[in-house]
């Protein structure tokens, strides 16, 4: 076996670990408001437009990426889907520890908007669970330069990925004047 290919399996546990536990543990956390539980924690109320923005720049990263590696930028291209993954992080944490300590808002539109905000909402929820595993997969093939894989997946993985950042702006703006 070569060590490209060892290194695929070494991480192949932890993608699947990782693409089960994280949506798991999110949903799980989305339940639980700390104010509610008789926690004195102040709301943190000032999150969504700092992880939104978080989604707009992962957005941005992501095309910059893209051209880098189409110019043959491999050193830029691999810093910029580091810094990807990095804000995929910092939104995700910000996002829970938000609906841990804030009551959730409710969408205020009525008539067709409302309609498409909630298609985009379920839509940008869905793809960004399906695309945990996708980002993995697609890192770890880099990771153990097995370049052709990396990139027939990456032709999957980048357009949902930024499918997820571009909507979860367009969520937050859509929302943004239904906040308390």
Same mark, same amino acid.
């Given at each position: ?13 932890? $993608? %699947? ?8 543990? !999110? &949903? ?7 104010? *509610?539980? =008789? ?45 990807? $993954? %990095? ?8 996002? !829970? &520890? ?7 808002? *409710?969408? =205020? ?56 950042? !571009? ?14």
């Amino acid at each position: 076996m070569s060590d490209s290919v060892a290194i695929e399996k070494k991480y192949n546990k932890w $993608i %699947v670990i990782l693409s089960i536990a994280i949506p798991v543990v !999110v &949903a799980g956390l989305f339940g639980v408001n700390l104010r *509610k539980m =008789g926690y004195d924690v102040e709301p943190l109320t000032f999150l969504p437009p700092i992880y939104a923005s978080v989604n707009g720049l992962t957005a941005i990263l992501l095309v910059a990426a893209l051209w880098a590696i189409k110019n043959k930028n491999i050193k830029l291209h691999e810093g910029l889907m580091k810094t990807a $993954i %990095v804000c995929s992080v910092l939104f995700l944490g910000m996002y !829970v &520890a938000y609906h841990m300590t804030s009551d959730s808002t *409710k969408f =205020g539109g009525e008539g067709i908007i409302k309609y498409v905000y909630y298609f985009i909402l379920i839509t940008h929820i869905i793809l960004s669970i399906v695309v945990i595993p996708f980002v993995l997969v697609t890192y770890v093939r880099a990771l153990a330069k097995r370049f052709d894989r990396h990139k027939k997946i990456a032709r999957i993985t980048f357009p949902i990925w930024l499918y997820v950042a !571009v909507t979860g702006v367009i969520v937050y703006l859509m929302i943004s004047p239904y906040y308390a």
